[in-house]
């Protein structure tokens, strides 16, 4: 038996340990039998996912559950699979899964750099590509986003002779990675990662996200932290970039066709779905009684995009749907959903009425924190999580600081502190997630590539989300406790 496969066996028995013995294990002051079981279950499955796999541990938190005291199955169910965020991711992917197989997202990455003022300067030509990374990833998953990105990128490499291993490559790719994950803390638009935070702390308070306040906030962190990446590139990487100085991009516009009548349906659907998502908030705001409104928002972020999937599925293209069914569905993050399954029902199991975990918590940690002036208190946390999803992936990281930090905010240990902004600062956070291949799933294929290596990517990775954590709290926290 290999190695790998030798450690993989005795990581799964130590997570296996965790989530089915921790109940015979002696209860602490303040903790029952039962609280010993779901604290097992939540370290053991966080453990588990982070050590060995981010797939079937999500499945083994939803039977661990239903089989203790706590859920009957319906309720276990209910408490995970049946969670509105799991539709949300689904139907969210069906519709970029569209923009991506008519051929949308390319034409759009080729457009940014080929804008005449990207002839300029090579750091023109450098911040409409990694802004066009930006902008389209502030409405699809940051994983086709990388891929589209990366293989433009891998033309011009090959166009201009760079080598792997060569220092401008690297950091291209270190910037294509950084920036895609970034675009997913821009709007909560198709988005599980920001929105699993909010749901969340909606199970808990009843308090609910608003897509529009959310996008501002969302809109301004990015921008300065795109700016602060461009930075670090420009004065501590320091690139040659000599050979794209006078780039002509024109290979990769050579096969460009006019976009086709499936291309422009999946356009103008995925608008639709935005538009949907947008408009209660906007209405709100101008007219905070308004029933429609009140009557849409009620409906809940699914909504738009399960009706995006029906039209794009429904209108057809010479006797052909614009998406095929079958194929969307095989296109689907489903590792993503089970894993967002999961995180809801141990959310749910943390705080449940029978359960006095978080209370627990509370007064372990209050000692620490007590007194603590809200905006080191924010710091903290806004720096806690962007270092920890360098290393965890991105609902494990939602999760954890969630279920630890909101608790000291709800019951007043830590006052004054608003706890949607927080969540907003905490779900954009663990969006940041590029330091290490387990961090996330385009991070491992940044690495796969061959472009980057490990040692570039964790030491400009941990420089990041530094810089990240200090701009979530001093800029976007004020901002987010502004709107929300």
């Not at 529009?212 to 501590?236: E, K």
């Not at 705001?285 to 699914?302: I, K, T, V």
């Not at 980057?452 to 987010?480: H, K």
Request: hydrophobic share 55%; charged share 10%.
């Amino acid at each position: 038996m290999e190695k790998k496969s030798i450690r993989t066996w005795i990581l799964t028995i130590i997570g296996l340990a965790m989530v089915f013995g921790f109940r015979y294990l002696p209860t602490p002051e303040g903790l029952e039998q039962l609280d010993m079981q779901v604290l097992g279950i939540f370290i053991g499955c966080i453990f588990l996912w982070i050590f060995v796999s981010t797939s079937w541990p999500s499945l083994l938190a939803m039977a661990a559950l239903i089989l203790s005291p706590l859920y009957s199955t319906a309720q276990g169910l209910s408490a995970s699979m049946g969670s509105w965020v799991m539709s949300f991711v689904l139907f969210s992917s069906m519709c970029t899964y569209a923009l991506q197989q008519t051929g949308f997202l390319r034409r759009c990455a080729i457009w940014f750099i080929t804008r005449p003022v990207a002839k300029k300067s090579p750091w023109l030509f450098l911040a409409l590509f990694f802004g066009g990374a930006l902008v389209m990833g502030s409405f699809m998953s940051p994983l086709p986003t990388f891929i589209v990105f990366a293989a433009i990128a891998e033309q011009i490499f090959q166009e201009l002779g760079y080598q792997r291993g060569d220092r401008f490559p690297q950091m291209v790719i270190l910037c294509i990675l950084s920036i895609s994950s970034l675009s997913t803390a821009t709007t909560p638009i198709a988005h599980s990662v920001p929105v699993l935070g909010f749901s969340l702390l909606e199970q808990d308070t009843g308090m609910s996200l608003n897509f529009v306040s959310y996008t501002v906030f969302g809109i301004a962190i990015s921008l300065i932290i795109f700016l602060a990446i461009l930075l670090i590139m420009r004065f501590l990487y320091k690139p040659d970039l000599d050979r794209i100085r006078n780039i002509d991009v024109s290979f990769l516009t050579k096969e460009k066709a006019p976009m086709t009548t499936e291309e422009k349906w999946s356009v103008a659907v995925f608008v639709f779905v935005i538009f949907l998502w947008m408009v209660p908030g906007v209405v709100a705001a101008f007219f905070p009684d308004n029933a429609l409104a009140s009557y849409w928002s009620g409906l809940g972020a699914s909504v738009p995009p399960l009706l995006g999937a029906i039209l794009l599925c429904v209108i057809q293209v010479k006797g052909k749907p614009i998406m095929s069914m079958t194929e969307s569905l095989k296109a689907a993050p489903w590792v993503a959903v089970l894993m967002v399954a999961g995180t809801m029902i141990l959310g749910n199991a943390l705080t449940h009425e029978d359960v006095h975990i978080t209370d627990w918590l509370v007064s372990l940690l209050a000692p620490f924190v007590e007194g603590l002036p809200p905006m080191v208190f924010v710091a903290a946390v806004a720096v806690f999580v962007t270092l920890v999803t360098a290393f965890a992936s991105d609902t494990v990281t939602v999760t954890v600081s969630y279920s630890f930090l909101m608790p000291l905010v709800l019951s007043g240990v830590v006052p004054g502190v608003n706890p949607m902004a927080l969540t907003a600062v905490i779900g954009a956070g663990a969006c940041l997630a590029i330091a290490t291949p387990p961090a996330s799933g385009h991070a491992a294929v940044a690495v796969g590539t061959g472009w980057v290596r490990n040692d570039v990517l964790f030491r400009y990775g941990i420089l990041i989300a530094v810089v990240e954590g200090l701009v979530l709290a001093f800029v976007g926290y004020p901002i987010a406790a502004a709107l929300m």
